[in-house]
Structures are given as C-alpha cells and as structure tokens.
C-alpha cells in the first residue's frame, strides 16, 4: 500500500460517457474545484470500449445520446460503437479531461468520516501478469460514481444442457474474442435483445446462415440511421441550435410515445405491428415470432436501423426460430419439438448482469451500506449516504439525458455548500408515510435477476423515479437544492 495519500475536492470513478460529462460539468461550474477520473480498465469509453462486438451501435438516436453540450456533427443519428467512442474521446482530449484519469485503478472500497467530512477511497493499482496490484488511497470532499450499472467482469450467462457435447465455439457479446472467424460458418443467436438484433444482420453479411433463436419474442421498431429533417436544419442553422432542436424534438416524441405505450397498449401494439407487417409482407409468422407477451414499453423496445434485421430476414440469410433448448448437441441445439438447429458456433446473446455502483464496498462511520435497503433521492443519492452521487441514465430514453442533469445538480449542491460554508450534505427521509417500490419498473430478464439488490424508490418526491425528462429539468435544473430533505452541516 503507497503511504502517500493524495487528496482532492472531487472524485470521479469511471472515464466513459457519464464520467467524462462529468468531468466537463465540474470544470465549467465548479472551477475551482481538484478533480481526478478513477478508471479500471487502460482507456476511455467505458461501454463504448468494453462492448467489441460485430454492429455494435446505439439503441437511442445520439442527438439524445449525446452531451447536451457537444452537439453530435455526424450523419448517421444512429451511430456504430467506434463512432460513438470517438465522440467520447474527443470530448475529454478536446477539453483536457484525459490528463485527469488515472487508468488502471479498480476502485473497491469508499470509507466516509463524519468527523472529517471527508471519504477515504481505496483502489487497485496494476498488477498486471504474476505481480499482485498496489493498494492506493485517495481522499475526496464529495464521490462521484459514475460506473455504470452493470458488472464489466462478465454478462449474464446461463448453463445450458449438454454444453460439453458441443464441438464448435461458444461465444458470449461481452467478451467478443478477436480470433473469432465466422465466415461461411452457421451461427445460432440465443437471445432477442438489444445485443441479438445487432449481431444478426451484420454477422449474416458473412455467415453462412445466422439463426436468432428466443424463447419469446420482444418489440422490435425500425428507424431511418439517418435523420433527413436533421440533417437539413444542420445545413442551414447554426450547429449548436440546430443540435438543440433536434435534441428536443426526439426528446417529446419519445415521451409521447412511451407515454401512449403506457396509456393505450393496444394502439402501440397496433402501431408497431403495423410496422413489423409493411417490412416483412403478409406471409410472415408476426404472431410467432414479433409479437411480445408483454405490452411495449414493459421492457426496453429494440431498434433497427433502416430496418436492416428485417431486410436480412427478408433475404433468407438469416431466421428467427422461437422455441426452448432441450440440449446443446454435438452439431448444434435440441429444440423442446425435437428439431435441431445446426451449429458452428453459438453466441449467447443473453443478457447482462447488473451491478450497483460498480461493486464498491461502502461504509458511513463504520456502519456497512447496504444498497439494497437504500432509497434513492433524485435518482442519483442515497438515504443517510453522504456527499455522494451517481450518475445512472434512463430506461426509457437515453441514458445521457439524465446523466448530463445529474452532473448539473452536483455542481448546484457543490457551489451552495460553499457558499454557505457547509461541508456535508445528507438525504434524510424523515416521512413516515413513504413506502418501498422497486427502483426499476421493467420485467426485462436482466432487472428481474437483480432488482432485490438494488437500491429502492419511494412512493412520492423527492424519493420518486419519475423517468420523465422534462420533470426532471424543472427538479433537478431549477428546483431548490435546500428542499428539507437534504440536510446540511
């Protein structure tokens, strides 16, 4: 363990699209202020990096994914991944944020001292190879967490029968191995997510045959990657002006449309079956195969753009077999029918695992936190948890939408503890009359598995999760930083 122990204002944990924002807000509001990115692995982009999969892109247009204060100048509005982490990139290089990450620092353990107002952050360093990693020590006035929400190390991957019997290669997104030839090779998808309805169409360009095998279907809705009326107001407006129209506009169509999905299920239903039928003609099994159990907007909606699953579909290049594993074989899958699907290599499209905070261990005083028993203030603090917040996106829109606020309402906190000399600010929930609810409102697989670990929402304000972007702005941009909740010392 180093002796020296380096103390700043601010620590940020994380250098991928919530901690870069969050590094540009701290420099433009609190400029005063020493700050330092703790990232683990050796680059920026987080997702963006780790994800290396073929296709890999946004689900969410990056005129919303984007930062509010860098307007996204390229054509495609639905953008790859090596697009998206450029952006990324060249927001920190271009502000000078990359000179403040420390790569290769795990962060594992945050200590807070109510005495010394202050958090003591643990983090390994290195060890690379046969050398075991060096513990350092940061000290911080506030923590910023900005992790993500889900566990790097590995996706969700479940034990399939029979898995040992399979003579080719089983592969998983998250840990996409470069070597991987799937040239003329037959390729089966075990999943129906974001990640399958990628992979399908662009691995189909070279396969011999791609089959996207789920157990139950999920809504699927085709987008243009490219964005006309875009791309005319950027030729003839200013680019910050046009970017913030166009930013605003897909803002109140997506809360609109997830609004008309919540309200009236079977016109959404309709509407997007409608579109599933016009580009895949009469003939095609769309009760089978797309159309959900559940009403859309329950889990995240899937988008392809330009409607290229669909077109791949169309060519026979690739299928959609909606059915149960019996067994993997040695050729390929067992299906509950009895029918066999060949096989040269299996992608278990299956999902993520779902982490709070990175996996930090967190003490206040000594007292252990458990998350899992914590409410959530603003989305973004925690109960009886002390000058920390993170930054945690969407779930029905783009995740940066309410990073970039969240970053806003930090910097607001920081600067009216200064002016008023406080060093500590705390949630305190000192309402009786608020109850527990689950902080994810969604029945997708992956928040299903984890959503007794995570931390919980309240019945009402400010303990609420609204997922309401326009509520947000007027909470978290205009409204009162000394609401009675948070208190200060």
Not at 221 to 241: F, T
Request: net charge positive; with cysteine; glycine share 8%.
């Amino acid at each position: 363990m180093t002796d020296t122990i380096e103390h700043l204002d601010v620590l940020i944990v994380g250098a991928g699209l919530s901690g870069i924002g969050a590094g540009f807000h701290l420099q433009q509001k609190c400029p005063g202020k020493s700050y330092a990115i703790l990232e683990g692995r050796d680059c920026i982009g987080g997702t963006w990096d780790l994800f290396r999969y073929p296709g890999v892109r946004s689900d969410s247009d990056m005129f919303t994914l984007g930062y509010s204060f860098r307007p996204w100048t390229e054509p495609k509005a639905i953008a790859d991944g090596p697009r998206i982490l450029n952006y990324v990139r060249e927001t920190a290089v271009d502000n000078g944020i990359d000179k403040k990450i420390r790569f290769h620092h795990r962060v594992k353990r945050a200590s807070w001292s109510s005495a010394q107002s202050r958090w003591t952050v643990e983090a390994e360093r290195g060890g690379q190879g046969e050398a075991p990693p060096e513990i350092v020590r940061f000290t911080c006035n506030f923590l910023f967490m900005c992790s993500g929400y889900y566990n790097y190390a590995g996706g969700y991957r479940p034990e399939f029968p029979g898995e040992q019997n399979f003579a080719g290669r089983i592969v998983h997104p998250q840990q996409w191995p470069n070597d991987l030839d799937y040239a003329g090779k037959r390729v089966v998808v075990i999943g129906s997510g974001a990640t399958a309805v990628t992979l399908v169409p662009e691995l189909a360009k070279q396969a011999a045959h791609v089959t996207m095998l789920q157990r139950s279907p999920t809504w699927v809705v085709a987008r243009p990657a490219e964005d006309p009326l875009a791309n005319k107001l950027r030729a003839k407006l200013p680019p910050k002006l046009a970017y913030h129209l166009i930013r605003w506009r897909n803002v109140l169509f997506g809360m609109y449309f997830f609004q008309l999905c919540r309200r009236k299920p079977a016109r959404a239903r309709e509407l997007i079956l409608g579109g599933v039928k016009l580009a895949m003609g009469p003939d095609y099994d769309i009760a089978t195969h797309f159309t959900p159990r559940y009403n859309p907007w329950e889990q995240r909606l899937c988008l392809v753009p330009d409607g290229d699953l669909f077109r791949t579909l169309r060519q026979g290049r690739a299928s959609v077999v909606t059915n149960t594993i019996d067994s993997f074989t040695e050729k390929g899958i067992r299906l509950k029918d009895g029918s066999e699907l060949d096989a040269d290599i299996i992608i278990t499209a299956t999902g993520l695992n779902l982490q709070v905070l990175g996996g930090l261990e967190v003490n206040v005083d000594g007292r252990a936190v458990d998350f899992a028993r914590e409410l959530t203030y603003k989305g973004m603090m925690y109960a009886d948890v002390p000058n920390m917040a993170s930054a945690f996106g969407y779930t029905n829109a783009s995740w940066t939408l309410k990073c970039d606020l969240t970053c806003e309402y930090v910097c607001r906190l920081i600067n009216y503890m200064d002016r008023h000399g406080y060093k500590q600010c705390v949630p305190r929930n000192v309402d009786p009359t608020i109850t527990e609810l689950p902080s994810l409102d969604f029945s997708s697989g992956y928040v299903q598995r984890s959503v007794a670990m995570m931390p919980k929402q309240g019945s009402k304000r400010p303990w609420r999760l609204y997922q309401n972007y326009a509520l947000d702005i007027v909470t978290l941009r205009y409204g009162k930083v000394d609401d009675g909740v948070m208190q200060y010392s």
